[in-house]
């Protein structure tokens, strides 16, 4: 079941199809509960980027710990790409995590007294969203 619409003028969205073709039909249910099934159509799904992740947070609640979370708006990434700068300018990758991960705690290379700023983004085989931002974290 792709979607129901009990209204007119009928419409459907089908949200996170994947790239491909598919065959779709209707189903008409009247008021007795007869049905009638469409004639089966084609259509093709084109893949698109992932929507950007959005609310970077980056806190330090040990020592030389970063813990980071944000929100995932995609529905088709196949990755993280999480990346780590000292100065806002220069940045450094430093880990790859699974499609629909919204955490990670970053303890490599952390010093601490020292300051730290984080970005992510979404992947898929189409490309790479925006990158979410957090502020300034200190490390314990």
């Known amino acids: 079941l792709v ?4 209204s007119a003028p009928f419409n459907a969205e089908w949200a996170g199809a994947l790239a491909g073709t598919h065959v779709l039909t209707a189903v008409a249910t009247d008021d007795d509960g007869a049905q009638t099934v469409s004639t089966p159509v084609n259509i093709t799904a084109t ?6 992740p959005s609310n970077l947070i980056a806190t330090s609640p040990s020592t030389a710990t970063i813990a980071l979370s944000w929100k995932d708006n995609s529905i ?13 300018i220069n940045w ?29 983004r979404a992947r898929n085989s189409v490309g790479y969203s925006a990158f979410a931002y957090s502020s300034a974290v200190t490390a314990k």
């Open 3 to 6: 979607n129901t619409d009990t």
């Open 92 to 120: 450094v990758g430093i880990n790859t995590l699974v499609a629909n991960t919204t955490s990670n705690n970053n303890r490599y290379g952390i010093l601490s007294g020292r300051t730290y700023f984080y970005r992510i």
């Open 47 to 52: 893949p698109s980027l992932p929507a950007d």
């Open 76 to 88: 088709n990434e196949e990755s993280f790409v999480l990346q780590r700068s000292e100065d806002g």
